[in-house]
């Protein structure tokens, strides 16, 4: 199947950036999208930013002007650079991939990687 591995993740003074990284593998045929989310304890997991094959991104309204999504197509690979970082953004990242799977025929996946932890502290 696909597989997601995240990396980049740590530890962080507020105010300060971090760049996490996430390489998709497997049985790929296409990539329709990638994304990040993230989930704190006792909350759950939510939209942080994606980005399509054609470079169309989307952004949670709390991480707006501070982090940017970007992606890579020939190395299947997504990047999140977070500035200004704040310990509200505390949590496990997650990384997402979706297209079409390769085999006889297209199928749809949705896979996730295993999650990074990002902790914003003083």
């Known amino acids: 199947q696909v597989q997601l591995v995240e990396s980049g993740g740590g530890l962080v003074q507020p105010g300060g950036p971090l760049r996490l990284s996430c390489a998709a593998a497997?049985?790929?045929?296409?990539?329709?999208?990638m994304g990040w989310y993230r989930q704190a304890p006792g909350t759950r997991r939510e939209l942080v930013a994606t980005i399509t094959g054609a470079g169309r991104t989307n952004y949670a309204d709390s991480v707006k002007g501070r982090f940017t999504i970007s992606g890579d197509n020939a190395k299947n690979m997504v990047y999140l650079q977070m500035n200004s970082l704040k310990p509200e953004d505390t949590a496990v990242y997650y990384c997402?991939?979706?297209?079409?799977?390769?085999?006889?025929?297209?199928?749809?996946?949705?896979?996730w990687g295993q999650g990074t932890q990002v902790t914003v502290s003083s």
């Open positions: 997402y991939a979706g297209g079409l799977r390769r085999g006889p025929a297209s199928l749809r996946y949705d896979d």
């Open positions: 497997g049985p790929i045929f296409r990539i329709d999208a």
